[in-house]
């Protein structure tokens, strides 16, 4: 099994409304060695419904990590890092 080229990571907190505009910018790019790695930073709101929903009908290759509290935007990018399965070659949204 060969390794992602790109691991793309997105915080997100209380992003269902917003959420599926960014994972459409995503699907629209020909680069197709990605993996979208969704770390949902304890939303009160469907941003990881909504994201699984979108991202299962698109088959792209994703994971979501769920937060148990809030910690905030660093935090959720770190979290994302060190589940990436890439290269060395991340893309924080």
């Known amino acids: 099994m060969s390794k992602i080229s790109v691991s793309i990571i997105i915080p997100a907190y209380n992003a269902a409304s917003k959420i599926v505009q960014a994972l459409t910018s ?4 020909t680069f197709t060695d990605y993996e979208v790695i969704i770390v ?3 939303s ?3 941003t990881e ?3 699984r929903d979108f991202l299962e009908k698109a088959n792209i290759n994703f994971q979501i990590i769920n ?3 809030n910690l905030g935007g660093s935090a959720a990018r770190n979290t994302g890092i060190k589940a990436a399965g890439g290269g060395g070659v ?3 949204c």
């Open 40 to 42: 949902n930073d304890a």
């Open 26 to 29: 995503i699907k629209a790019q």
């Open 90 to 92: 991340y893309m924080l």
């Open 67 to 69: 937060h148990d509290k």
């Open 49 to 51: 419904q909504t994201a």
């Open 44 to 46: 009160t709101d469907n």
